[in-house]
């Protein structure tokens, strides 16, 4: 028999028994599918007979379409595969290896910790001293111009300062590394949840992100430098853990025994958590980020050592800013994000439906704000694919943010006395003398320092129509900024945007209740807070981010009470953005839930049958005939057949289960059995074998395997994971989804009563079934698999 054929009677074999076995599962079912908006995602290919379940990704898709499933995206793999190499492992370096690996560990973390520290110090100061010379320049420009009345000049110079800045950074993001776009934490938020999006987590993807977050900041873009750092953390941690970087091609040798989907997820989430607190000065905040935010399984070892290297990254940072300011030792500078100490503000129990109005404010706004980035990236997807147009648009959004901030500073004549509360950069422009523009001063300065000038600057500052036009302003120019091929985040644009109508409301309740001293800062914050919950639609991290950064526990509960209405009002017309470009990017993220309703689902219908089987012993050719043929990457392993009629009408007893990438290596080191002892020997064989390679092995058309090797064989039996997670086929779907979810597995082999092998089940399989809410109303969609 040729290899090919082999391989044909594997799937036939297996698809007429299938068909037998599901025929009553799939008649009871029948009526729940017909109740599913079952869409063509679902294509039955094969020989035609019945039972035969296939999915093919469906070619053509509308571009920018919410419900497909990318096939491009593939898992991770979190559960261990406890082969004869690892158990040999474990017997020849005893405990000595444990402590030693634990160690390891908290040294990683260390590392971790410090790096992502020195990073986010770089990047801070690289953005403080180079917009400190900008804003000073275009001060001076404004100056001399205004008494000519010339101030076409600086307005120019402006814009084309901020296009310049912008254009460099853009051109990494679409031409070097387009991952790099955005703040990062959708993708780091997928990586955790166990799909491995490429290159998400390398070297070079850390360098245009640093350097794509000082172009955007500088360059006047309404963003922020957060979101990239928690980014940059996950990259850290990913590089250092592994000892080795895929960038440079360099192995250090170290860390060998790290490199491995299972641990190395640990330190991500670790190395994430770092970046949070670097970001915000929030050690609490990061270990709660990396906990509500992506990691699925969690330990109370993984809690001490993310939080040793969130305390770490604090500070280190702590440290080196407050050296660079000058104080060294003084520890007054905990993160990138200073909002500057808040008093704790006195609030009484009746104010509390005020906090909550200001929830709901921030639930709609934040859907607003949500609905149309929606939308811009929708269009983005269709009409702006190609490098050079998204340079183009991220330059023109450089050149709109100027031209508002100039606009607004020259209509609207905002003026307040100098000294009062000193801005670094006081422009007059039309104010009398010893006035600054008010206006002028929010937008020469970073985000950042213009959401500290809201939370403390005095009542009066603002007029309410500047606040309102700069709330309008800024809402679009954030929502058209996110996305854009630029490396920013989101949370410093809308906690401006937050404080600037918190403040306005402030404004108004003074107004209805002139007897009453209103603290502008109590409102300005919860303001915030509101509108990046209602964005983001994160509470406890977010809560405790919010409170450690202003440095005050007694304004937690008005805190609390705000993000959590704004995360209901928002969750009621729409999901939070991360998941939104998630959706639009079709990664299969598994959620928290399984979908309700689906106990009557059976995994003999989630399943794809027949199933691609490779026999405890399997011949090389026919191994690498089904590497070629079909894109799988795990295959369960079956009982060899006890004579060649069996072969055609059973199903073969279940073994183990071994991944593509395993094969890769065992052909690429030529592992036969015939050369056993000459080539290699079961003493050289080790796990070693396999991390040498990892994450990147070769694809099986770049092996080179000749005619003569496809007649050897291979023992599958001491690499495979001899005993993997499985589930019968009458198991429902929540209770797949739970392995999945819980586990972080990558494939399921379903057996039947008697552990043979009937069907195959992936994390895209169980991702198709979503849950829908929109409006109160909610249900259940299959989504579409598309190849792109
Ligand atoms: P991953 O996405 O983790 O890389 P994979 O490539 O093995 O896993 P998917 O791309 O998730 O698999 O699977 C596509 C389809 O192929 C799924 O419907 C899955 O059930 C099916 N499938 C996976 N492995 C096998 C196999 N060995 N035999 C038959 N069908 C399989």
């Excluded at 299972?262 to 000065?281: I, Q």
């Excluded at 990457?633 to 073994?655: I, Q, S």
Aim: hydrophobic share 45%; with cysteine; glycine share 8%.
């Amino acid at each position: 028999m040729s290899n090919s054929s082999k391989v044909d009677d594997t799937i036939s074999v297996n698809t007429s028994d299938t068909a037998n076995l599901i025929t009553n599962e799939e008649e009871a079912s029948t009526s729940h599918f017909t109740q599913l908006n079952k869409s063509s995602d679902i294509q039955e290919s094969g020989d035609g007979s019945h039972g035969v379940r296939r999915r093919q990704p469906v070619q053509k898709i509308e571009p920018g379409s919410m419900n497909i499933l990318s096939a491009k995206y593939e898992s991770l793999d979190y559960d261990t595969c406890e082969n004869h190499l690892l158990l040999d492992e474990e017997r020849k370096r005893g405990y000595p290896f444990v402590v030693w690996k634990d160690i390891a560990r908290w040294f990683i973390v260390l590392l971790i910790g410090v790096i992502t520290a020195l990073i986010a110090f770089t990047i801070d100061i690289c953005i403080e001293e180079f917009s400190k010379i900008k804003y000073k320049q275009l001060k001076k420009s404004v100056d001399t111009y205004v008494l000519l009345d010339e101030l076409y000049i600086p307005y120019l110079l402006w814009v084309l300062t901020n296009i310049c800045i912008v254009f460099i950074g853009s051109m990494l993001v679409s031409y070097v590394e387009p991952v790099a776009a955005g703040s990062g934490i959708p993708q780091v938020k997928c990586y955790l949840n166990g799909v491995k999006v490429p290159r998400v987590v390398r070297i070079k993807t850390l360098f245009v992100k640093a350097v794509g977050v000082i172009t955007a900041v500088v360059g006047g873009l309404a963003g922020g430098k957060e979101g990239p750092m928690i980014h940059s953390g996950a990259v850290v941690a990913a590089g250092i853990s592994q000892g080795k970087s895929t960038t440079f091609n360099k192995d250090f040798k170290v860390f060998q025994y790290f490199r491995e989907d299972h641990e190395k997820r640990d330190f991500v989430s670790g190395g994430a958590a770092a970046g949070v607190s670097a970001a915000f000065g929030a050690p609490i905040g990061g270990v709660l980020f990396s906990l509500e935010e992506g990691t699925s399984f969690w330990n109370q070892g993984l809690t001490w050592r993310t939080f040793f290297g969130t305390v770490v990254s604090t500070f280190t940072l702590n440290f080196a800013l407050s050296a660079y300011h000058g104080h060294p030792g003084e520890l007054s500078y905990p993160g990138l994000l200073n909002l500057g100490k808040m008093e704790p503000f006195p609030f009484q129990f009746y104010e509390l439906p005020v906090f909550m109005m200001f929830g709901v404010v921030g639930g709609v706004l934040g859907a607003l704000w949500n609905h149309i980035n929606y939308k811009l990236t929708v269009f983005r997807i269709r009409y702006v694919g190609s490098a050079w147009l998204r340079v183009v648009e991220a330059c023109l959004v450089a050149a709109v943010s100027a031209s508002c901030g100039f606009l607004m500073m020259f209509l609207l004549d905002d003026c307040r006395p100098l000294g009062e509360d000193p801005t670094k950069v006081p422009l007059q422009l039309f104010c009398a003398d010893g006035e600054y523009n008010t206006l002028a001063a929010i937008w020469f300065q970073t985000p950042e320092a213009s959401v500290r000038s809201f939370l403390h600057d005095p009542m009066g500052s603002y007029k309410p129509w500047s606040l309102l036009v700069f709330v309008v302003v800024y809402f679009l120019l954030s929502t058209w900024t996110f996305g854009l091929a630029v490396s920013s985040g989101l949370f410093i644009p809308n906690l401006l945007t937050g404080a600037a109508w918190g403040r306005l409301l402030a404004i108004i309740i003074q107004y209805m209740l002139p007897g009453h001293s209103i603290n502008p800062a109590k409102y300005a914050l919860v303001g915030a807070a509101a509108q990046l919950g209602g964005v983001v639609r994160m509470t406890i991290s977010l809560t405790v981010i919010i409170i450690e950064t202003t440095g005050q526990i007694s304004n937690a509960l008005p805190i609390i009470i705000t993000l959590v209405v704004a995360k209901w009002t928002g969750d009621f017309f729409n999901e939070g953005i991360y998941d939104i470009h998630i959706q639009l990017a079709g990664v299969p993220l598994l959620p928290w839930e399984p979908p309700p309703l689906t106990h009557n689902i059976y995994a003999s219908e989630v399943m794809s049958h027949p199933v691609f089987t490779l026999r405890t012993v399997e011949n090389v050719g026919h191994i690498v005939e089904i590497l070629r043929v079909v894109s799988y990457n795990g295959f369960p392993v079956v009982d060899p057949p006890l004579a060649d009629d069996a072969e055609v009408t059973t199903y073969k007893r279940l073994r183990g289960l071994i991944r593509r990438d395993q094969l890769i290596v065992l052909l690429h080191n030529k592992i036969y059995n015939e050369n056993a002892n000459t080539t290699w020997s079961n003493f050289n064989v080790d796990m070693d074998m396999f991390r040498k390679e990892y994450p990147r092995y070769p694809s099986i058309d770049k092996l080179d395997i000749q005619e003569w090797e496809k007649t050897c064989m291979i023992d599958l039996r001491p690499f495979m994971n001899p005993s993997p997670y499985t589930l019968p086929h009458r198991a429902s779907l929540p209770r797949l989804f739970r392995l999945f979810r819980a586990l972080g597995l990558r494939h399921l082999p379903i057996v039947n009563d008697h552990n043979e092998v009937v069907g195959m089940v992936t994390r895209k399989d169980i991702a198709r079934y979503r849950v829908w809410r929109h409006r109160g109303h909610m249900g259940m969609e299959e989504l579409l698999l598309s190849s792109e």
